[in-house]
């Protein structure tokens, strides 16, 4: 499985962005599909993640109420929506699957600046 991720940019405080993530490969449907980021010096955590189905979801305290993670199985493409941004959300943002085997796989990761 390989994960191509878009999106990223440099955005004002209070501003939105939306990152995309294609899987292209063996990936299916019943795939785990997840958003991480980390800043330098600091691990790699969960803004979001979606079932295969997009029926169940999960956020990061820091993430909810202002991100929103969605996917379309058709386009084998898992979406992050995020507004209301803050400086602190400033990271590389990575995508992130799952397979039905607990195979698992990343992006090659997308820099998300927010700064005035």
């Not at 379309?72 to 699957?97: F, G, R």
Request: with cysteine; hydrophobic share 30%.
């Amino acid at each position: 499985v390989q994960l191509q991720a878009s999106g990223g940019g440099l955005v004002q405080p209070g501003g939105s962005l939306r990152l995309s993530c294609t899987a292209s490969g063996s990936s299916s449907i019943g795939d785990f599909m997840a958003w991480y980021r980390q800043v330098p010096g600091k691990q790699r955590e969960l803004v979001a993640g979606t079932s295969g189905r997009g029926t169940t979801t999960n956020y990061a305290p820091s993430a909810k109420g202002r991100f929103a993670i969605s996917r379309d199985n058709a386009k084998n493409t898992v979406y992050l929506q995020m507004n209301s941004l803050k400086p602190e959300d400033t990271a590389v943002y990575y995508c992130y699957l799952r397979d039905t085997f607990n195979a698992f796989f990343w992006g090659q990761g997308t820099q998300v600046t927010v700064s005035s």
